[in-house]
């Protein structure tokens, strides 16, 4: 069965700082998802940023980027110029490729943004 | 355009009681998935379908869950008879076959007392 791992329960960075958030995942499979989603107080899960594991190119969205190593198996999201509403639980997730499979999500890692 | 529609946002019932959760998926996905969040066990997946069907329901805890989509655009999550250890965040989410995108809803934050 597939695992993610985050290790980090919790981080804090200072507003307009970088901020790198750590994922390790456990498959067999050669072509997956990786997501990261965003959970604030409000409990909302936001989709954050995706990739594709046959794309060797990184995600990015905006301020958001991650640094995919498929070998490693290791997908951490960077935060960049971090700003007080990036302030949430952040959960990585795995999907196998097959059409509606379920995610798999680590335990998460909660951020705090320091003014 | 509207995203995952959820009700009640919170419900508040006794042990014993049954309590429904409703979700509508944005428009033409075809998959719709119920994920429950407590502390101890984190996300899991309860049941799924596509194109209405249920295709895995693995996650279903026990025979007083049960969930039912009789139409593209409404899912009901149902609890019978409800008991403390119910008590969690509900999400409804779904998804376009090919997308692989899964989009979730406000949630349902249900205690049972």
């Known amino acids: 069965a597939q695992t993610v791992t985050q290790s980090q329960p919790e981080m804090s960075v200072q507003e307009a700082e970088t901020v790198t958030l750590s994922c390790t995942y456990d498959?067999?499979?050669?072509?997956?998802?990786l997501f990261w989603y965003k959970q604030p107080p409000s409990r909302q899960m936001i989709l954050v940023i995706r990739q594709e594991a046959y794309k060797q190119q990184n995600a990015t969205e905006n301020r958001f980027s991650v640094n995919f190593q498929k070998a490693a198996k290791s997908f951490s999201l960077k935060i960049s110029d971090s700003q007080l509403g990036d302030a949430a639980m952040y959960f990585c997730?795995?999907?196998?490729?097959?059409?509606?499979?379920?995610?798999?999500f680590g335990e998460g890692t909660q951020l705090t943004v320091n003014p | 355009d509207a995203g995952v529609i959820q009700s009640p946002r919170h419900e508040v019932t006794e042990m014993g009681q049954e309590v429904t959760l409703r979700c509508k998926p944005i428009?033409?996905?075809?998959?719709l998935f119920w994920y429950r969040q407590t502390m101890m066990r984190g996300l899991e997946l309860l049941i799924y379908?596509?194109?209405?069907?249920?295709?895995?329901d693995s996650g279903m805890p026990e025979d007083r869950f049960s969930a039912k989509m009789p139409n593209a655009s409404f899912s009901t999550l149902k609890i019978q008879p409800s008991e403390p250890r119910d008590s969690a965040v509900y999400f409804c989410?779904?998804?376009?076959?090919?997308?692989?995108?899964?989009?979730f809803g406000p949630g349902t934050r249900l205690l049972v007392l």
């Open positions: 997730a795995y999907k196998e490729q097959t059409s509606g499979s379920r995610l798999t």
């Open positions: 379908f596509n194109n209405n069907v249920p295709i895995d």
């Open positions: 428009s033409g996905h075809d998959y």
């Open positions: 989410a779904s998804s376009l076959q090919g997308s692989e995108t899964q989009y």
């Open positions: 498959t067999s499979e050669s072509d997956y998802y």
